[in-house]
């Protein structure tokens, strides 16, 4: 397991979990967030799917992963390798699948931040504006990472040990070869789907038991601490409205005027507006750098895809400034 910070200059922490025998990915989700709780939660919801735990996870002495720490060591026991600290660098399943992850999409999405600051108006320091692009975004950016999802664990792979399968069928050719690895006390239970609900993905209340019974979570967190490896953080942002009944009237004005396409005029987001643009058209392509060694990379962007997600930026980007000047409007004395 590990997380991709390639968008984290966006407010974006892609979060992921591959296995190591099948390459299939188990978990794979953008956040907002880089907290503990957070990780945490994702690597439940792919224990639940498998309706089993791993054996053993790897990871990294980031601070994000010490509650599935301390819930694997809980749960498989301290003396089976339950969590396998190393650098990511060492991790090399899924250094490899960010790689592939990155030049397939992400690059596109970060190179979709840079052209929003270059040209539709998009100021990532402030923080009310990061929270209005993850309210537009973050649904959409999920959307696109779970069909990259599907697509990795059905494409053929090349390599050893591989033989062209994907890793769906490696995994079915896994459980043929070993079987279904479940432990004695999940047995009885492993037709009853609720039982791994309640068991792995509980109440709020349940889950802080899970890491405090039996085994304090400050010796988890005292391992961690030895390489003062905290949690890598994400920009701060904010929500402009204290009154949430105002939030909501934004959202429904916002909604309106999505579903109505009510493009504004300032953004480049209209036709009249593209004399800048190389040949009076919209760009179908963008770059980003990447890297101590600053590489420049050139990506298709069709416009077809890219265009109207500008837009949308634009049309929550003008109705937010127009309520922000309301109510400074309506603070001032």
Known sequence: MDGHHKLIMYGWVV?????????????????TNNRAETVFQGFLRAVLENKSPPEHVRGDHGGENVKVAAWMVKEMGGNKRAYMFGTSQHNQRIERFWEDLGAQMLRAWRAFGVRLEEFHLLVRHRPDHLWLLHLLFTEELNECITDFKKDWNNHPMKGRGTHHKSPNE?????????????????????????????KYLGSKAQVQNTLSDELPLHLVESAFSRTNHKPVKTPRTMNPFNDPEIEMEFKLELAQHLDECRIPAG??????????????????????????RKRRYELQMPASIW??????????????????????????P
């Open 15 to 31: 979060h992921g979990i591959i296995d190591g025998y099948d390459r299939t990915i188990r978990s794979l989700f953008a956040a």
């Open 170 to 198: 490696l995994r079915i050719m896994g459980y043929i070869r070993h079987g279904v690895h479940m432990r004695p006390e999940d047995e009885a239970h492993k037709h009853n789907s609720n039982y791994f609900v309640e």
């Open 267 to 292: 953004y480049k987001v209209l036709k009249s507006e593209w004399r800048c643009f190389k040949g009076n058209t919209y760009p179908s392509a963008g770059s980003i750098v990447v890297g101590a």
């Open 307 to 332: 265009l109207p997600r500008a837009q949308k930026w634009a049309i929550g980007l003008d109705l937010l400034e127009r309520y922000i000047h309301r109510i400074h409007l309506t603070a001032d």
